[in-house]
């Protein structure tokens, strides 16, 4: 028997993905090059599902060629309560690893890089919120999850152990984000995703965290934009916050992501008790001859994440604009 989500096939869907994504980027830039404007917030969420919509194409042509139902992509037929646990994680995981991403952003800041903004359109009222939850918590767990928890990480656990197939797929989940700002908070949240997924053998319990956890953050976005306006100043300005106080604020947040950090453990606990043991999240048959060349997708989608974050990182801190400086001298001797 052969599998449908073997390691080779995730990789390529992979690599294919990243092109897709690129390509669909691409075209989104040129439209707002020729005029596509994103001024209100309707427009910028509505957009921003239609694209979200869109990235899902490589995941149902892989079902498809692979004659893989819905249902067997999807895992498990979710037992009660863990719908309800993942969403309770994904809640408590944003102020858990919060201080993960401050301290990350003093590290960029202390070395010339600049501070992570969320650009995400200011939401005036709880029609404008609602809608910028649903997008980004619901469009982005319904397209994501399938791809790589449901095709990504089968397909790893198809040749590689437990931790090691994990370990590898949340990295390439941050790095597929290019996003070099939040980029261990990322992949913390990918192995989360990961690690409930593979225990309850389902994707639903993984969308639902996926999905509130996005949620948890647009909303504490809009919280946080609103106290800004209240007392009169704009937090998240990039020259608002120093070294000192990045490093303060991040130390605040370790002592509350503590008690968050203790909940998810407790959840997860309770995850696992109401989950068979049989339930385990990787493809079928293993593969026990899995030959090297299986490894050139993999190799190859992490080049081109890889690349991109890295990209995303010299336009942070000024590299593209030291190279047109240095060339406008030259030019001028």
Same mark, same amino acid.
């Not at 895992?75 to 309770?88: C, S, V, W």
């Not at 995703?193 to 956890?213: D, E, F, K, Q």
């Given at each position: 028997m052969k599998s449908k989500y073997s390691f080779a096939g995730a990789g390529w869907l992979l690599c294919i993905w990243l092109v897709w994504y690129q390509g669909v980027m691409g075209v989104f830039g040129l439209a707002t090059a020729m005029g596509l404007s994103l001024t209100s917030t309707w427009s910028y969420y509505l957009v921003t599902g239609v694209l979200e919509i869109l990235l899902i194409a490589p995941v149902v @042509?892989? %079902?498809l060629v692979k004659k893989a139902p819905a249902a067997s992509l999807m895992?498990?037929?979710?037992?009660?309560?863990?719908?309800? =646990?993942?969403?309770?994680i994904g809640v408590c995981l944003v102020p858990a690893t919060m201080f993960v991403s401050i301290f990350w952003q003093a590290i960029l800041q202390a070395l010339g890089g600049g501070q992570l903004e969320m650009n995400l359109p200011a939401a005036g009222n709880l029609g404008e919120l609602l809608l910028g939850m649903a997008v980004m918590g619901g469009t982005a767990a319904i397209v994501e999850e399938p791809l790589f928890r449901g095709i990504v990480l089968r397909g790893a656990g198809a040749r590689l152990p437990k931790w090691p197939a994990l370990i590898l797929t949340s990295v390439l989940f941050g790095l597929c984000h290019f996003q070099h700002q939040s +980029?261990?908070?990322l992949i913390l949240v990918g192995l989360? =995703?990961?690690?409930?997924?593979?225990?309850?053998? *389902?994707? #639903?319990? *993984?969308? %639902?965290?996926?999905?509130?956890?996005?949620?948890?953050?647009? +909303?504490?976005?809009f919280v946080s934009q609103k106290a800004s306006a209240l007392v009169g100043s704009e937090l998240t300005d990039a @020259? %608002?916050? *120093?070294?000192?106080?990045?490093?303060?604020? @991040? +130390? *605040? #947040?370790? %002592?509350?992501?503590?008690?968050?950090a203790a909940a998810i453990a407790g959840l997860y606990y309770w995850l696992c008790r109401i989950t068979p043991k049989r339930a385990v999240w990787k493809a079928q048959p293993w593969e026990t001859k899995p030959g090297a060349w299986g490894w050139v997708p993999w190799v190859l989608a992490g080049l081109i994440a890889l690349g991109g974050v890295t990209m995303t990182a010299l336009q942070d801190f000024g590299f593209f604009n030291w190279l047109m400086e240095l060339a406008n001298r030259i030019g001028a001797r």
């Open positions: @042509g892989y %079902a895992g498990a037929r979710p037992r009660g309560g863990q719908i309800a =646990l993942g969403a309770a +980029l261990p908070t989360a =995703l990961g690690l409930v997924t593979w225990r309850t053998g *389902s994707l #639903w319990p *993984s969308i %639902a965290l996926h999905g509130t956890y996005n949620m948890t953050a647009v +909303l504490l976005e @020259g %608002a916050v *120093s070294l000192p106080q990045m490093l303060l604020g @991040g +130390l *605040s #947040w370790l %002592a509350i992501g503590v008690p968050f």
